[in-house]
Structure formats: structure tokens, C-alpha cells
């Protein structure tokens, strides 16, 4: 468990964070988004006691970072890009990592064998790419088989099947009673990993509630009409009380689309049954993270480029 | 959903301090740093090629200076020199390398941003300098001795008969060259700590190290002559020479330890303040 109460980081006059108070629980996996320059990576440092805080505190298990005789059996963490000296090998730099925190040498064959680079051991990291890179700091986070985890954007540089095994490894970890915080700008991605959600905007907390409270409450979650007869079915779907659009703008206006909000996907086919209406298309459109996110921080955003002006999105 | 909801500024808590860790749990936590210090060291090539050149350095110097003495001895000058004594001459040069390693132990940890996984693996930061000192002046130590006995027995070689050295003078040679690397590398590590960066630490190092003495000489201020006595070039040449020095080797000792503690000292105030 991660405990932050009033934490506040200052650089001189910026204000990186600003009175943060949250509860990281073990068992879930706690999604940890926000703008560039939002404070997330500052938390994080501020948790393992990289930086030190202007105020409040960051506890780990009730602890401060600095009171843990082994930190690295009890935090593991993946920070910034997976940093090792290019000219040392993946098995001498976890060696050194294990040693450091007496963790049994035999850790060091597990956890690159939980990371795929067991071939690759004896190679000087200089020959790394991106993925091997962060994989290898993946291994370096579990060697300690910590309680609690936190992993800022763990799926960079990583294929496909890369992201698919961290977004099993990652709920695993949580499913054994872990605390997982993974921070990451893969909002598709978080969708599928996270059960909890914390969003920070300017160093403050927007939300704190769970993925699919903050999904249904701040996106267009509506159901998708496509039919022939859409200008007979559209009064009737007003007289039913429900809100109509003509499809999101995103979207490609389709001449015969309606979005209907306010109601089932049954209702309204039963509605359709009821008047003779050919329905070609009826699904429940559900929301997604990534509306959700940018109408949550339209506001908070720090670097915005010129181009880009906060959209309204609901009619 | 929460929404931030308006508060009444808190009074800001100071953050929970860290109870001070028994002293049994410092000790094995620092050894513990420390041997993961060594891992990080013996696993570079860089290390080796270091120790390497500093014995070719110091063989070379060595070497050179042999034989001129003994060219001289050849015509018929009366001169005599210790093989010991010039192997800690050439020692002046043959540090260098290993000065560099015991500077990069630190320094380099900043450059690639590796001292973030550091800290993280020994938070205390005290511990961690001092881990990382022990294994530096260790390893100086270690690097001294063999680089001592080549520049004896290649100087020996050269000069032949004209050597004067004695077995009780080779091993205080031996020894005092040891010690003066183990501890003139935990120096420069300190100084490292303090400046982060490899290129700064290693001109302030041959400043100090090097050109301080010789431009004390050039000047002939008499304070400033004074002066030298107590730098460390000074107090390693009286801990290294079987000729001796300005003082014995206990108060060398005493001398290089003093500018070690303030080296350290500096290190761990700028490890302290300063964020990762």
C-alpha cells in the first residue's frame, strides 16, 4: 500500500505537486495518468525517495522509502527509461542489483527468465534496443519479488505481443495481492489493464474512482442506430423521451446513423419492432478512456500546441 | 467520483523522520552496498584496461629514468639509485588510470542517471558513499601492490648492479605505494561526489594532485612553500619514497587522511542536499 498525505513538491517557483492525498491499495491494478508535466514521474520519485518532498509525505507500507532495510524487497519500480551501464553485461548488472539488497543470486536466473532475456545474459547491454532495455528493467523490478510496484510507462518500446505480456504480467502481479501504480500514455492500453484510476492535472488530483466510474460518468456512452428509416424514427425516439444525435463528430457522418442516449439497446428495438422500422445496425456504444481522459484534463493541460483548442463534446 | 473539493490550508506536516538504523543494520547494509560496488567495478572492461595502463605507465617511467641513471653509472659517473625509489616516482604518473576508475565509481553513475537505481537500492545516502569509497580505496590498494612490484623489477632490471634497494625497503615501498593509492582514490571519489562530473573531477584531481606542487615550486612565495608541505602529493611522496619525505610515514598518513575526511565530507553534504 501506497499512502500519500499532502504531498507537495516545489522547484523554485513551479509547483509540481500540489497537496496530493491517495491511497494506492494492493490487489487492483491503479492506473496512474495525466498531461506531460503533471507530476506523476515527481510522485513517483518522491515515493522511492529520489526527491525530496517540500511537504507532506509518501509512505510505503506505513514507512518512509528511506526507513526500509531492503527496499528493493519491498518496492520495485521501473522509472524513466531502463537504465544500465552499456558496457556491462544484463546478468552482472542484475547481479549487482541482487547484491546490493541481499537478494538470493538464484532471482537473477528467475526474473530474466520471466522477462524473455535469458539468451541474452551474458550480452554487454550496449547491444540492447528499447524493448530488451525495458524488459531488463522490468527484471530488475521484480528481482526483489516486492509487495508493491510502480512502473512509469512500462510498455514503452515494446511490440505488440510486449505490451499484451505486460498487461498480463502487470494483472498477475495484482491478482497475488500486489500493489501495482502503472503510469502510462496508452490510454487503449489502460483500458484493458487498469481497475482503478488516478488522474493528476498541474500536480493535482482530477480523480481517484474506479476505471469504469470514471469511463461511464465523463464519456458518450450511447447506443449506435443505423437505419434506412431514419427521419420516421427519429421523432419517435424523441417522443420516447430520449435524446437523439446524428453520429459524433469524429465519426463519419453516416446519413442513416443516430446516436441514442438515455436508453437500452432492447428498448429501442423494441420501439423499432413496434412502427415498422428496418434497423441495419443496433449496439451500445460504450465510452472510452481516452474521451473520458481528455474532457477529465482539457483544462490541466500544461503544453498545448497551437492548434489545439478544448472541443465541447456534448451537444 | 471525487472532485477536488475546496479545503482549509492544512499546516504542513513535516515528513516522518527516519528512525536512526541500529548500528549492526548499517554495517550489513553497507556491506551489502559495497559488494554490489565491487560486482559494478569488476564487470567493466574499463577497470581492467585502467589497471593495465597504469602498469604500463608505470613500467615505462620507471623504465626511463633506470635507464639514464644507469647510462650515467655506464660512464663512469658515481651514481646510485633504489629501484624502489623510482618506482614510486613513476607511480606519480602510473595513478592516473587508476584515479580515473575510483572517479567514475561516482561520476559515472550521473551521467547515464544510474545513481536513481542506486539510491533506490541504498537510500541512506551516507551509506552508499561510504560503500562505494571502501571499494574504490580498495581496489587502490589492490591496484597499487602490483603496479609497486612492476615498477621494481623493471627499474631493477635496468639498473643492475647500481640498485640499492633493500628487501625491508621494498615492501615499505610496496605497502606505502598501497596505501597512498587507496587512499588518494577514496580522495578523489569525494571529490567526484561533490562534482558530479567525470572531466571536472579529473581536472580538479591533477590540479590538486599534480600541478598544485609545481606551482607552488614556480612561485617561491615563501608561505606558499609552506604550504606544500601539507598538500597530498606531498604526503604521498613521504609515504611512497624510501628516501622519505618531509615527514615520516605516520604523519603522511595523518596528512592524506585529513584531506580524505574533507573530500568525503564535501561528498556526502552534496550527495544530502541535492535531489537524485
Known amino acids: ?315 | 467520483m471525487t472532485t477536488p473539493t475546496p479545503t482549509t490550508p492544512t499546516p504542513t506536516t513535516p515528513a516522518p523522520t527516519t528512525p536512526a538504523p541500529s548500528l549492526r543494520a548499517a554495517l550489513a547494509s553497507t556491506s551489502a552496498a559495497a559488494s554490489a560496488e565491487w560486482i559494478k567495478l569488476r564487470s567493466l572492461r574499463f577497470t581492467w584496461f585502467a589497471l593495465l595502463g597504469a602498469a604500463a605507465l608505470t613500467v615505462v617511467f620507471a623504465v626511463v629514468v633506470a635507464a639514464s641513471i644507469s647510462a650515467s653509472a655506464a660512464n663512469g659517473y658515481d651514481v646510485t639509485a633504489s629501484a624502489a625509489a623510482l618506482a614510486a616516482q613513476a607511480v606519480t604518473v602510473g595513478q592516473l588510470p587508476v584515479l580515473m576508475v575510483a572517479v567514475t565509481v561516482v561520476t559515472g553513475e550521473y551521467a547515464d542517471a544510474s545513481i536513481r537505481l542506486s539510491l533506490r537500492q541504498t537510500p541512506l545516502r551516507g551509506q552508499l558513499l561510504l560503500a562505494k569509497t571502501l571499494v574504490a580505496a580498495a581496489a587502490g590498494f589492490c591496484a597499487g601492490v602490483p603496479l609497486a612490484v612492476a615498477g621494481m623489477v623493471a627499474a631493477r632490471v635496468v639498473l643492475g648492479t647500481a640498485d640499492t634497494t633493500s628487501w625491508d625497503e621494498a615492501w615499505r615501498t610496496v605497502l606505502g605505494i598501497g596505501g597512498y593509492l587507496a587512499l588518494v582514490s577514496a580522495l578523489v571519489l569525494g571529490i567526484g561526489a561533490i562534482t558530479r562530473s567525470t572531466i571536472v573531477s579529473v581536472l580538479v584531481s591533477l590540479l590538486l594532485l599534480l600541478a598544485a606542487p609545481l606551482l607552488a615550486q614556480m612561485t617561491r612565495a615563501g608561505w606558499l612553500e609552506a604550504a606544500t608541505t601539507y598538500l597530498p602529493s606531498t604526503a604521498g611522496t613521504a609515504l611512497t619514497s624510501p628516501e622519505g619525505g618531509a615527514y615520516g610515514a605516520g604523519a603522511a598518513l595523518a596528512v592524506l587522511a585529513v584531506w580524505v575526511l574533507l573530500a568525503q565530507l564535501g561528498g556526502y553534504v552534496a550527495l544530502w542536499l541535492r535531489d537524485a
Do not use: C
Open chain 1, 1 to 315: 500500500m501506497i499512502t500519500l498525505t499532502g504531498l507537495t513538491k516545489r522547484y523554485g517557483r513551479t509547483l509540481a505537486v500540489d497537496r496530493l492525498d491517495l491511497t494506492v491499495r494492493p490487489g487492483v491494478v491503479t492506473g496512474f495518468l495525466g498531461p506531460n508535466g503533471a507530476g506523476k514521474s515527481t510522485t513517483m520519485r518522491m515515493v522511492v525517495g529520489l526527491d525530496r518532498p517540500t511537504a507532506g509525505s509518501a509512505l510505503v507500507g506505513g514507512r518512509p522509502y528511506a526507513a526500509l532495510r531492503n527496499p528493493l524487497r519491498e518496492v520495485g519500480a521501473l522509472l524513466d527509461v531502463a537504465v544500465a551501464h552499456p558496457g556491462r553485461t544484463a546478468a552482472a548488472h542484475l547481479q549487482a542489483v541482487a547484491a546490493s539488497n541481499r537478494i538470493p543470486r538464484r532471482r537473477v536466473g528467475e526474473v530474466l527468465d520471466t522477462v524473455g532475456l535469458t539468451e541474452v545474459a551474458g550480452r554487454r547491454t550496449r547491444g540492447f534496443s528499447l524493448g530488451m532495455m525495458q524488459r531488463l528493467g522490468i527484471a530488475a523490478a521484480l528481482l526483489g519479488d516486492p509487495p508493491v510496484l510502480l512502473l512509469d510507462e512500462p510498455v514503452n518500446g515494446l511490440d505488440p505481443d510486449g505490451v499484451r505480456w505486460i498487461r498480463t504480467l502487470v494483472r498477475e502481479l495484482a491478482g497475488e495481492g500486489r500493489t501495482v501504480l502503472i503510469s502510462s500514455h496508452l490510454m487503449s492500453e489502460m483500458q484493458h489493464t487498469a481497475d482503478h484510476l488516478v488522474l493528476l492535472g498541474r500536480g493535482r488530483l482530477v480523480a481517484d474512482a474506479p476505471l469504469d466510474d470514471v469511463i461511464s460518468s465523463a464519456s458518450l456512452s450511447a447506443v449506435r442506430v443505423r437505419t434506412p428509416d431514419r427521419d420516421r424514427f427519429a421523432p419517435l425516439l424523441r417522443a420516447a423521451g430520449w435524446t437523439v444525435q446524428p453520429g459524433t463528430p469524429e465519426e463519419e457522418t453516416d446519413p442513416d446513423e443516430l446516436l441514442v442516449t438515455g436508453t437500452s439497446p432492447a428498448s429501442i428495438g423494441e420501439l423499432a419492432f413496434r412502427h415498422d422500422i428496418r434497423l441495419h445496425e443496433l449496439a451500445h456504444r460504450s465510452g472510452s478512456l481516452e474521451e473520458a481522459y481528455l474532457e477529465l484534463t482539457g483544462a490541466e493541460v500544461e503544453y498545448r500546441a497551437a492548434s489545439d483548442e478544448p472541443t465541447t463534446r456534448r451537444p
